[in-house]
């Protein structure tokens, strides 16, 4: 899986990112959530992960480790 990003806007006006990376391997990744600054992205979190299961109205696509 390539990486993919989720922006958005939350109730209080605040931009915010969500990226699902994949590590060189591809069985595993990292979760980052970010902050925009205004002229920036602030990284705010981190966490490993081992897969990933996006639903979409036109099916799941899915990224999952060992």
């Known amino acids: 899986m390539s ?3 989720i922006e958005f806007t939350d109730v ?3 931009r915010r990112r969500v990226q ?3 590590d ?3 069985r ?3 979760r980052i959530t970010s902050v925009w600054t205004g002229t920036s992205w602030r990284e705010t979190g981190r966490e490993p992960i081992s ?3 996006i639903e979409a109205p036109d ?5 999952r480790g060992p």
Do not use: K
């Open 3 to 5: 990486e993919l990003a």
């Open 28 to 30: 595993e990744g990292w």
């Open 20 to 22: 699902i990376i994949p």
């Open 59 to 63: 099916g799941v696509r899915s990224w």
């Open 24 to 26: 060189c391997s591809g």
């Open 12 to 14: 209080d006006g605040t």
């Open 51 to 53: 897969d990933v299961e």
